[in-house]
């Protein structure tokens, strides 16, 4: 059986060059980039200095007052993500693994946003609609399976002109595959069209790390 096609996106040389070249992350991040590095059986699916300072520059723009996370695994980008919050600011993540999410809440303990993020362990499909927010800024990071639904079940609940980034939309490269192969990559290719078709949405694809999508509720559905 043919393996996946996996590529190597960014040259190694430039992916070291722009980390050299960004603001290095804090004492916090730095410490649970290490943890879950050493400690994670999926370690490769934290986020990471790059990304992590790319999220957190995201939140410091938009200076959102609520911020939802879809997938909070060891809380890397979750901490980025609050960075930007305005004093009233509140992040709601969510994880289905209790091991992750209890992992993610010692570390945000320590931060000074802390108090600030709301942990929720389920499954993100039931606890989205259970939040009565209006959301600024949403990171989806979670199942490659839901990210149709989530995208539905999102974009009327974010305040209009409000944004959205969506992990891993290139997939390890597979989505470059003819045809697309695999649940997860053609999944994927699927949000992708389906995100390039919503009237309501702009959105730029960013091939930073594994693919972010970068997307806009149109301020003119007010
Ligand atoms: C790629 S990781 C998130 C990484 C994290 N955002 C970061 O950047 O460090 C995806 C997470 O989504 C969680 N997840 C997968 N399906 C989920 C679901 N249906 N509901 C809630 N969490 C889910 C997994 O347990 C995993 O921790």
New binding site residues.
């Given amino acids: 059986m043919l393996k996946p096609m996996h590529i190597d996106l960014i040259l190694p040389q430039a992916q070291a060059y722009a980390e050299a070249h960004t603001t290095p992350q804090d004492t916090l991040l730095a410490e649970l980039e290490a943890y ?1 590095l050493t400690h994670h059986a ?1 370690a490769h ?3 990471g200095h790059l ?1 992590g300072r790319f999220l957190a520059m995201i939140s410091r723009m938009v200076q959102p007052r609520r911020v939802l ?10 901490l980025c993500l609050a960075e930007g919050m305005t004093e009233d600011g509140q992040l709601h993540t ?4 209790p091991e ?1 999410v209890q992992l993610a809440r010692s570390f945000f303990d320590r931060s000074p946003s802390g108090d600030r993020i709301h942990t929720h362990l ?4 039931e ?1 989205i609609p259970t939040l009565q927010e209006s959301w600024d800024l949403v ?1 989806l ?3 490659k399976v ?1 990210y149709i639904n989530y995208h539905e079940m999102i974009i009327p609940l974010m305040r209009p002109g409000a944004w959205m980034v969506a ?2 939309v290139l997939f390890h490269g597979q989505v470059l595959e003819d045809p697309v192969k695999g649940k997860n990559a053609k999944a994927i290719d699927a949000y992708n069209r389906h995100v390039m078709e919503d009237v309501r949405v702009q959105q730029v694809m960013l091939t930073i790390r594994d693919g972010l999508m970068l997307i806009r509720k149109k301020s003119e559905l007010a």
């Fill in positions: 879950t999926h699916m934290v986020s990304q996370e879809v997938g909070t695994f060891t809380g890397y980008s979750a969510i994880d289905c693994r992750d389920g499954d993100a499909m606890i990171f990071d979670a199942d839901n992990d891993n």
